[in-house]
Nanobody
Framework: QVQLVESGGGLVQAGGSLRLSCAASGISFSPYAMAWYRQVPGKQRELVATIASDGTTNYPDSVQGRFTISRDNAKKTVYLQMNSLKPEDTGVYLC?????????????WGQGTQVTVSS
């Protein structure tokens, strides 16, 4: 039974901060690449941060310098620290776990947590 459970979303004013958490269960976790996406209705889902199994991180220009992804393999948890939030950061934030193997792929998603940034 694989589950990714997000928490930490909420309402915050522009310029504020939030820290999202995604707790995984039912997977070995450490071999997985983890990522955060955000979704706005009617718009294409946007990748906002990735962290590989070795800890390598990547961010798009839209969040570079403001967001930080991290992972705690012992807790099977990935985090997204969001600072200097802007109204355009509003959306449903989704946790993703991905593992590509020679014979098959694993791809799991959380339920999403709402982040709303007011001006």
């Amino acid at each position: 039974q694989v589950q990714l459970v997000e928490s930490g979303g909420g309402l915050v004013q522009a310029g504020g901060s939030l820290r999202l958490s995604c707790a995984a269960s039912g997977i070995s976790f450490s071999p997985y690449a983890m990522a955060w996406y955000r979704q706005v209705p009617g718009k294409q889902r946007e990748l906002v941060a990735t962290i590989a199994s070795d800890g390598t991180t990547n961010y798009p220009d839209s969040v570079q310098g403001r967001f930080t992804i991290s992972r705690d393999n012992a807790k099977k948890t990935v985090y997204l620290q969001m600072n200097s939030l802007k109204p355009e950061d509003t959306g449903v934030y989704l946790c993703n776990a991905h593992r590509r193997m020679s014979s098959w792929n694993y791809d799991y998603w959380g339920q999403g947590t709402q982040v709303t940034v007011s001006s």
